[in-house]
């Protein structure tokens, strides 16, 4: 487990966005993940913030807020004059600017795209949504579990004859959305710097959802996908591509798929292939079922894991967040690292030349506000003009 320190903080300026400056006016979930995503590969966050409400004697601090880390706050009322002006002398230096509002609200602070472009014609205008900016439902409240409802995805997502499950919110905050609306203002910055001009990205989670699922559009325009629900391939309709209770209450995986990988599972199981059911005869799939049921329930997870340790039949154990971080494999890749006493995953993708890394902890409100200002090449006159904005 990786400590941060100070040159991981160096190695942070070194990352692949490293000399882009980024704002980013508060929200929750996919547009601080967003945040994250160009924050560990070395941009400069500033998030402008709502002022602080907390209640006396509150004392908590943010370190747990990890969607935060390597960011600067600055507090700013955007409800005043004062600070909507501070938010737009900030949008004027920025290269990219982040927002999660319901459309049509940065427009009535008269921090919309039309007004910020005009003063920064380079600027990438990123808009993080559920419904998107336009349509019937682009005005109406929702969540993850709304939008890959409409995307379709929550429908494929389940066992047979059972009710469909939602897949935490990865699929819209987080795939869909952040790293979708981080992907949108890397291609927009590329473009930019091309180009000379900047663009609004508009990405909403009901369309990063329905374009994570593209392989299933493709499948089932083949005839090759069934809409019911855990009857396919791969969402636990078949006995080879599922999960299995094993003698202690916990769970394995097994993805064997190819022929090869399938022979060796049913080796290492000790299972002889003649005396079982063809690999892909779907009417003697439940037969398969329940034989490997039966034998995972003969030993523990941990007991399977020896047995399977270095094959090639596509074994995992199930395992939780507390007990992955502790994985030899994720050890060994250094995945998870620790910030400010907190654990959590390391910076992804990996670089060869320009690793990313966490710059800092997660700032509390107004945390390095006065040092982000300077850096963004304001003088100690305007900085303090600024600051009393706040």
């Known amino acids: 487990m990786q400590q941060t320190s100070k040159a991981s903080a160096k190695t942070a300026a070194r990352g692949p966005l490293s000399g882009l400056r980024v704002i980013e006016f508060e929200a929750i979930g996919p547009a601080p993940f967003c945040g994250m995503m160009l924050a560990d590969m070395g941009a ?14 509150d ?13 600067r ?6 409800k005043t004059d004062a600070g909507r002006e501070t938010a737009g002398l900030l949008a004027a230096k920025a290269d ?10 940065m427009e009535r602070l008269g921090l919309g795209p039309d007004a910020l472009l005009a003063k ?57 959305g952040g790293m979708l609306l981080a992907f949108g203002v890397c291609c ?11 663009q609004v990205v508009d990405a909403a989670m009901v369309d990063g959802a329905a374009i994570l699922a593209s392989m299933f559009w493709g499948r089932l325009g083949t005839g090759l996908w069934s809409e019911e629900r855990g009857t396919n391939l791969l969402d636990t309709g078949s006995p080879w591509y599922d999960v299995y209770a094993t003698a202690d209450g916990k769970y394995v995986s097994i993805g064997a798929i190819e022929p090869k990988f399938y022979a060796e599972f049913l080796q290492k199981m000790g299972f002889v292939a003649a005396e079982l059911p063809d690999q892909n005869d779907r009417n003697r799939w439940p037969e398969l079922r329940t034989r490997f049921a039966a034998a995972f329930k003969t030993k523990t997870r941990d007991a399977w894991s020896k047995v399977f340790e270095n094959s090639d ?23 998870f690292i620790t910030v400010d006493g907190i654990e ?11 690793p990313g890394a966490v710059r800092s902890a997660p700032p509390e409100r107004g945390e390095g506000a006065r040092e982000a200002l300077a850096d963004w090449g304001f003088s100690p006159v305007e900085a303090d003009r600024l600051l009393k904005s706040a």
């Open 313 to 335: 039949a596509c074994f995992a154990p199930v395992l939780a967040f507390s007990e992955a971080r502790r994985d030899a494999h994720n050890v060994a890749r250094n995945a």
């Open 44 to 57: 400069d966050v500033l998030l402008v913030e709502r002022p602080p409400v907390a209640a006396p004697g």
């Open 120 to 176: 920064n014609p380079k600027l990438v205008y990123g808009r993080m949504t559920g419904w998107g900016q336009t349509g019937p439902m682009a005005h109406s409240a929702g969540h993850d579990i709304n939008y890959i409802a409409l995307s379709g995805v929550l429908n494929a997502i389940g066992r047979r004859g059972e009710a469909p499950v939602p897949p935490l919110n990865l699929i819209g905050d987080f795939g869909g």
């Open 96 to 105: 990219a600017l982040l927002e999660g509002f319901r459309p049509g609200v």
């Open 344 to 354: 959590q995953p390391a910076p992804a993708p990996r670089f060869s030349l320009t």
């Open 188 to 198: 927009a910055l590329i473009s930019a710097q091309r180009s000379g001009q900047g």
């Open 59 to 71: 004392t908590k601090k943010r370190r747990h807020d990890i969607m935060l880390r390597g960011a």
């Open 73 to 78: 706050s600055l507090t700013l009322d955007l």
